[in-house]
């Protein structure tokens, strides 16, 4: 069974410009979750998806912004880039529904964004 | 609002040797509490996770976690560590609200 895949591995923007990052789940999955892992800080919750919704994002600002396809595969935006927006980004996959808080998380690869 | 936190950024310990890494959460429910692994080189992946029930959980690798409510605590141990336990491990937090928060991690050299 395929796991969860990102693209690109590694992206390289300059400030000010914008960047997609995009995600499939694991088939099956509706949930998708994106993160940052930023050094030294852990993974920052972005966002959650499921079945096409947004249902829950973390304390980052609106340039930061997605969505879900009806495939449930993901893209995760990122405007008007900052130098402290490098970071490697993760997504995740569960199965989803009501039973999402207790569903493990299965992770992708991540990509890794550097803002020059 | 709910945190992680894990005290240890780095931890050396030598092949054989015991091994426990802290977590500590602040919600006042019981929460539902994970830890992760990442092999360097590798994805993130579940070690382990505790709901409900017998506050001792096992989980892969001989990895267990023992919930201390009292405590708010989740610590991570393993009797005898291997080389191959070299990675980063974070604690992870959900108390329902459909967002889990991670602590900052702790990484984990072990020496042959």
Redesign the interface.
């Known amino acids: 069974e395929a796991?969860?895949t990102q693209s690109p591995t590694h992206l390289i923007k300059t400030r000010g410009q914008q960047a997609t990052l995009r995600c499939s789940p694991i088939s099956g999955h509706t949930s998708v979750?994106w993160?940052q892992q930023a050094l030294?800080?852990?993974?920052?919750?972005l966002l959650?998806y499921d079945e096409g919704e947004e249902?829950?994002r973390?304390n980052f600002p609106p340039r930061f912004s997605g969505r879900q396809f009806p495939n449930y595969s993901s893209e995760l935006n990122v405007n008007a880039l900052e130098l402290e927006d490098s970071a490697l980004y993760?997504c995740?996959s569960s199965l989803g529904g009501t039973a999402?808080?207790?569903e493990?998380?299965?992770?992708?690869?991540g990509t890794r964004l550097l803002v020059l | 609002a709910q945190s992680v936190t894990q005290p240890d950024i780095h931890i050396t310990v030598s092949e054989g040797a015991s091994l426990e890494l802290r977590c500590n959460y602040s919600y006042g429910a019981t929460p539902y509490l994970f830890w992760y692994v990442q092999y360097p080189g590798q994805h993130l992946q579940l070690l382990l996770k505790y709901f409900s029930g017998d506050p001792l959980v096992k989980g892969i690798k001989g990895f267990e976690a023992e919930f201390i409510k009292s405590k708010f605590s989740f610590n991570l141990r393993k009797p005898s560590v291997q080389w191959s336990d070299t990675a980063e491990y974070f604690c992870a937090v959900n108390a329902g609200g459909f967002k889990t928060i991670f602590g900052a991690g702790t990484r984990l050299f072990v020496k042959a």
């Open positions: 796991g969860v979750y993160y030294g800080l852990g993974l920052q919750f959650w249902r829950n973390g993760l995740a999402t808080p207790q493990t998380q299965y992770f992708g690869p």
